[in-house]
C-alpha cells in the first residue's frame, strides 16, 4: 500500500475503535464518528484488490468485502440505536482478521511459486 491509503486505513481503523468504545457515552456521536471510520476502510480496501491470480485470494477478498458489509450494518444499526451492532461488529471483525492473515499467506505462497 502506498502512504496516503495507509494513513487512511489506520485512522479508518482507529475512528471504528474510538466509535465502539464512545458509544457507552454518546451513541449519536459514535455513530457518525463509526460512519466516517467505515467509510475510509471500505474505500481503501475497494481500491486496492488482491494483487495476485490465484482464485483462493479473490475468494478471501470477497469475504473481506462481506466483513466490510456486516461494519457498514453495524453502523445503520448505531444510527437506529439498537444494541445488536456488537454482534454485526464482531462478525465482520472475525470476518476481517480471518482474511487479513490468509490474504497475507496466500500471497507469499503465490510470490514462492512464482520464484
Known sequence: MN???DFIFKL???LILAAAISY???PVVAAYIMAIGVLGFAAVTFTT???GKSLRGKRLFSIQIFGIAFMAISTYLMFVQKNEWVISMLAAAFLLLYTTLMLSREYEKEKKDKE
Open 3 to 5: 502512504k496516503p491509503k
Open 12 to 14: 479508518s481503523a482507529l
Open 24 to 26: 457507552l457515552f454518546n
Open 49 to 51: 484488490p488482491y494483487p
